[in-house]
């Protein structure tokens, strides 16, 4: 998960002058998860935990948070709304202060919902999408950067989607924020360099979970399976800029590999 130079650590080697060397292990993090209460970031986060990392989830509804802790003794949890920008203040400071040995961030938290163009009816879903899929994260990037940035090593792992790379023209604005989470994540990867701070994008194909009603959808893997797959990249892929498992790189690799067209038109048939 973390940018190391060695075997059974996270992330690529980059090496520069301007590059600080980074040796963060796969286990003995303290790792924040807004967006962790379901789906793909419970999941992530509960495997983390199981790999010997300290973990900190974080979402809007706190009887959920107490469930979850309750269900896994040394999971913590922190209130956060990231379409609220004082919420996203006041957690900040409270991981910040009570887990000052935080060193790695995971901007998980997001929405998909469907929209219908032909009318403007579909605004006020778009406008929570950017809310939440991308000023949130954006949100997340300001409060902790600097917090980050002043570890010798740190990782900020952005969640983008294969999503990102042919959009589903049933979820258009969900599509467009993952897109530009993928070029936001380039840019931050190159502005971060002369720190500490490794920035891993983690692109996932359609799984099985809640968003968007996908739990026993055919097409969609199988949440346990992109976890175990997830975790052994991370474990095997010291240079890895971004998470690709098999089955999201008919999306990412479509436009280098002239399929675009082909795949976009799969896509529409959704």
């Known amino acids: 998960m973390l940018r190391t130079a060695a075997p059974g650590r996270l992330g690529p080697t980059q090496e520069c002058p301007e590059t600080r060397p980074h040796t963060v292990k796969i286990s003995g993090n303290t790792i924040f998860i807004p967006g962790a209460t379901s789906g793909i970031g419970l999941g992530l986060a509960l495997r983390l935990h199981a790999a010997g990392n300290k973990v900190i989830i974080a979402g809007r509804r706190e009887e959920q ?6 269900e896994h003794p040394g999971v913590e949890s922190v ?9 996203v203040k006041k957690a900040a400071e409270t991981v910040q202060t009570r887990f000052p040995e935080t060193n790695v961030l995971i901007t998980m ?18 406008e929570a999408t950017v809310d939440t899929n991308l000023l949130g994260p954006l949100r997340l990037i300001a409060a902790f950067t600097e917090f980050l940035a002043a570890k010798p090593e740190a990782t900020l792992m952005t969640v983008s989607s294969g999503l990102a790379f042919v959009p589903l023209p049933l ?16 840019a931050l990867r190159v502005q971060l360099a002369d ?6 994008e983690l692109v996932p194909p359609a799984v099985r979970t ?12 199988p949440l346990e399976d992109y976890l175990s797959e997830v975790m052994t990249l991370l ?3 010291p240079d890895a800029d971004e998470i690709l498992v098999e089955n999201v790189k ?21």
Do not use: C, W
């Open 195 to 200: 720190t500490g701070v490794q920035v891993i």
């Open 250 to 270: 008919l999306l990412r690799f479509a436009e280098a590999n002239g399929s675009y067209d082909e795949v976009l038109g799969l896509l529409s048939s959704h």
């Open 210 to 221: 809640a968003l968007m009603g996908q739990e026993n959808a055919e097409n969609a893997m």
């Open 109 to 126: 938290a997001g929405i998909m919902r469907p929209e219908d163009f032909h009318t403007g009816d579909f605004l006020g879903t778009a």
């Open 79 to 87: 209130v956060i709304d990231t379409t609220d920008p004082s919420s």
């Open 65 to 70: 948070l107490r469930r979850i802790t309750a």
């Open 235 to 237: 474990e095997t892929r």
């Open 171 to 186: 979820t258009p604005t969900y599509s467009a924020t993952k897109a530009a989470i993928h070029s936001l994540t380039s």
